[in-house]
């Protein structure tokens, strides 16, 4: 009897196909992770395209519609061209993350980045009372060195003093976007591309599209002061968070910011 069960016990094991696991966890993970790239994106669109068209191929052949099989199959075999044409902006973004690494700030403390995060809202809610117009791009994994270059190099230590200075009216440096890398202001009056975007709001002015044309083209943390308002913005792949409190940006700021454990 034992030896029966113990046979049995064998032939399950048999079945049980260890690389076929890995297999399905792999593919699991590699499509987590594109969907946490493209959540919050204007490939978000491609995906739910994708997997329409995908669900109404197996429904047209189910149901026998030979000649709409066949243009979705014509179709498909020309996708993967069509994705790198019209999504290369996002390509080349997913593909420059891929090689980077996924923290923050590696080198700088917990403590260091939450000073940092406090010295920054100061002076925005600061400048927001006032009214005074800003732009500040905080970089996290991929490189700002194009746009830092546009600008003049400062290379400081952030306190909220230097960054409402820098953006105060009639200043040298009033003009264009600050970066700050780490705990470092690196450099001012820098120039940052515009966005295309055609859903932002018509009355925006040109603060606001160029954090959210920055965000676009890096994984960077852009802060905006309305001149007009005094409203506070966040800009974050490419989506344009408004009318933020200076406690919301804080914890929005620590939760994108801050090492992961």
Known sequence: MMTFELEQL??????????SV???????FVFYRIFIFLKGTKAVYLLRGIIILIISFFVFQKLGFHVLSLLLTKFFAFFLILIAIIFQPELRAGL?????RHFFLV????????KTIK????????????????????KRDIGLKDFIETGLVIDSEISSELLENIFYPFTPL????????????????????ITDNPNLEKTLGMRHR????????????VIVVSEEKGTISLAINGQLTRNLSPEDLFTILKGQLRREE
């Open 174 to 193: 009033h003009d264009g976007g600050v970066v700050v890398d780490g705990t470092r202001i690196v450099s001012a009056v820098c120039l940052f591309p």
């Open 107 to 114: 080198d700088v403390k917990k403590e260091d980045i939450e």
């Open 119 to 138: 010295e920054i809202v100061t002076a925005v809610a600061n400048m927001a009372k006032k009214k005074i117009g800003a732009l500040i791009a905080i």
């Open 210 to 221: 160029a954090a959210v044309g920055l965000s676009e083209n890096s994984d960077a943390v």
């Open 96 to 100: 420059i993350r891929l090689g980077k």
């Open 22 to 28: 890995i297999e399905i966890l792999i593919l699991w």
């Open 10 to 19: 064998r032939s399950m094991l048999s079945l049980f196909n260890w690389k």
